[in-house]
Every structure is written in structure tokens, then in C-alpha cells.
């Protein structure tokens, strides 16, 4: 089961079993039938709580922007070197990503397949934000230290491009290669180029 915070409600548990259902029905399309099968309720039970199956993806990508940002706005205040806080908020996202296997199938847009188009933008932008943090931690080190910083957003697209991958990977894998595996090793040399 997905790390979602518990709070007894229906509302959640429909949630902590849509994430569940993603992760252990690989390539699998979830249905709300389905879904209401698993939670014990009828189809209008769900409905009552999400008017739509989007509106459930919604709620998951709300739950991982909420963990995810609020980390990354933590560490952004912490006084570590740009190559430190870089390496502790791509830590953060592939850590979440191995804790919440179900979630990074919608992350990587194999669950949202024939789902509603806003659910993939929002999905880009969730991961475009975290590029764009990246870009200013190294932007604002290379103006502090006088060096040249035109090319941030190429280290920073170098660096989440190699953490999406790892993300596929794991989804590829059926959740059988860990994002972590290797990741320590991996930083040493992308951290040079920041």
C-alpha cells in the first residue's frame, strides 16, 4: 500500500486502493467497477466521493505534489551546497517513487492511457517544477561562485531526465529494479557537471 496518510475517511480509502490496484494490476486499465469491487462499495459510492475516475487520478497527484513539494521546499531552506540539495531532492523523488510503486504508473502515464489530457499536463508540470527547482539551485551557485550559468537548464535537464528514467525503469521492470539501485554511484558523476 501507497504511504498516503490515513485519516479513516472513505474518500482515502478509495485512494489507498486505486494506488494499490495500480500496483498490483500491471498494465492493467482500472475500471471504477473494479474499483468499487475492491473498496466494498457500489459505483455510486464512489461517485458520491469523486465525481469522476479523473477526479480519483486527481486526488493521487494531489497527494504526491503535496509530499513531494513540501520536502523540496524544506530542503531549499536548509544551507547545504547546490550538489547537496539537488542530490537530497532527486533522493526524495526516487525514494518516494520505490515507497509508492502504484503511483509512478500514473507518474510515467501508463495508467492514464485514454484518460483525460489535463491529468498528463498536470503530470508534466509536477515534474517540470522539480527541473525548475533544479535549474535555479545550480543557476544561483554558478552567479554566486561568477561562473557562468547558461547552461542550468541543461544540467538540470540531464539530471531529471536520468531520474525519470530510473522511475520507468522500475515501472518497465514491474517494480522489480528499485529507482535507488545504483543512484549514489550514478550522482558522482552528474554532480561534477554542477
Known sequence: MPAIKKSGSRRQEILECLAHMLETELGARITTARLAKEVGVSEAALYRHFPSKAK??????????D???????LISKEKKSSVDSIQLIINLLLGFAQKN?????LLMGDALIGEQERLRERVVQFFDRIETQIKQIIRDARIEQRR???DSAIIANAIMATAEGKIQQFVRSGFKRMPTENW???????????
Open 101 to 105: 510503486p502504484g503511483i509512478c504508473r
Open 67 to 73: 509530499s513531494v513539494f513540501s520536502r523540496i521546499t
Open 56 to 65: 480519483m487520478f486527481e486526488g493521487l497527484l494531489e497527494f504526491v505534489e
Open 148 to 150: 557562468d550559468h547558461l
Open 184 to 194: 549514489n554511484e550514478q550522482w558522482r558523476y552528474l554532480a561534477n557537471s554542477v
